[in-house]
């Protein structure tokens, strides 16, 4: 397992943007399918949305229209564009490879994530 950083998150009204990152470690991301997960509180972690190697994406409908994921593989980073964000999205948001939603240990260690807040 190697680290991840998340950053990029904070307190929008409802409505508004946000620009999530994720900087990985290790000569083998461009090859792992990743993905973007959330948190909130008092709730289990959920899989927003992922991104294979070859660029195909997928999301959870809670989430399509409105975030776009997306990689650069020569930066080792994988981004989370976040519009028209509503109360419900206020969570932890963390990344790791798509296969942390599965059984097993996750590829990477989970981080500290960031906070997303959408308050008025």
């Known amino acids: 397992q190697v680290p991840l950083v998340e950053s990029g998150g904070g307190l929008v009204q409802p409505g508004g943007s946000l620009r999530l990152s994720c900087a990985a470690s290790?000569?083998?991301?461009?090859?792992?399918?990743m993905a973007w997960y959330r948190q909130a509180p008092g709730k289990q972690r959920d899989l927003v949305a992922s991104?294979?190697?070859?660029?195909?994406?997928d999301y959870a409908d809670s989430v399509k229209g409105r975030f776009t994921i997306s990689r650069d593989n020569a930066k080792n980073t994988l981004y989370l564009q976040m519009n028209s964000l509503k109360p419900e999205d206020t969570a932890v948001y963390y990344c790791n490879a798509l296969s942390a939603s599965g059984p097993g240990t996750p590829p990477y260690l989970w981080g500290q994530g960031t906070q997303v807040t959408v308050s008025s």
């Open positions: 290790g000569s083998g991301f461009r090859r792992v399918a």
């Open positions: 991104i294979t190697s070859g660029g195909n994406t």
